[in-house]
């Protein structure tokens, strides 16, 4: 895989050079593999709070940082002598608490062995580079939480090489404990690369006390390029599924079968939602644009268990009855430019 050409280059090249390799981020995989290997010798699967991950990575400690001094941060790392300290946030999920944790022992590939806490390169000192560095520490995250070659052979035995395996996404979140955008953003942006902006829509059936909203679909996350990603950074424009969580109407919502990823057809207003456009056109509800010509899309449709829902709201929420059967979520995969490689007929 080569590095994006939003990295840093220089960045890149110097890396490259310091640690003798012809490709950084196949480099950096290789190293996430070595280490969950490791893991699963002697467990059952990667934990970023296991003292065999701290003692590859040379980590003193992993504890909760104290109130108020991660303002802006889920996690941060820091030198204590010859090793480091990695300070976390307690009121983190368990899979974002993972995946923090992770990003944060990533760091230790770029510090000077030498000089604990000091960049191994100069070029780390810019805007594009520490850029470049928070993005190689979340690609470290990833790989080593979701391992390529176990990740791989769930795909294949499951068959789903040939299409977006959406239907694996749900079920590989909860098997590895991260977040399901993060498995969306490993199977289709690095493991089995797609042109398309993934999303994720859920159908609130059951909601907490006092909430309104129950059985509208919301979009809850949108996993995009770089370029809709950097084109919504821009003042004064917006990217729609970007900006917050919208309602889609009905006439809008697919009819899909449950549990499995199919090929569909879709309004094209859909692609509006992954389309840079003016702050004010982006604030359009979508029931008050016009439809427009379908396009190709994958989709799935899948029913969250009613325990899914109870973990997710917290015990705070208990006093809330559930209403109308368990909440659904649909994954949709947006074919961008698409080719006639990316289109499977069914």
Known sequence: MEPPQYFDQALVRDLESRFRVSNLLDWLEQEAETIADLAYAVGSGVDPFRQSLHRVRNIAEIRPGRPGSLIGEHAHIVPEGRQYVVHYRMNLSTNKRRFSVAHEIGHTYFFDPNDPGKPISPFQSSVSGLATIERLCDFFAESVLLPRRHVVSAVVKDGAVALPPLHLIKSLAQEYRVDDKVVARRLLFRLFPRNVAILMLRRRMTI???????????????????????????????????????????????????????????????????????????????????????????????????????????RMDLESKPEGGPDEVIYIALLLHATQSDVVQQ
């Open 208 to 314: 907490p006390k006092g909430k309104g909203g129950r059985g509208e679909w919301m979009v809850s996350w949108c996993a995009a390029p770089w370029e809709l990603r950097e084109a919504h950074s821009v003042k004064g424009i917006r990217v729609p599924f970007l900006s917050e969580a919208r309602t889609i109407p009905s006439d809008m919502i697919p009819m899909l079968s449950s549990g499995v990823t199919e090929h569909c057809e879709l309004d094209g207003r859909w692609w509006d939602g992954v389309r840079a456009q003016s702050t004010r056109e982006s604030g359009t509800a979508f029931k008050h644009r016009l439809p427009k010509r379908a396009q190709s899309a994958f989709a799935c449709r899948l029913r969250l268990p009613l325990f899914e829902h109870v973990e997710r709201l917290g």
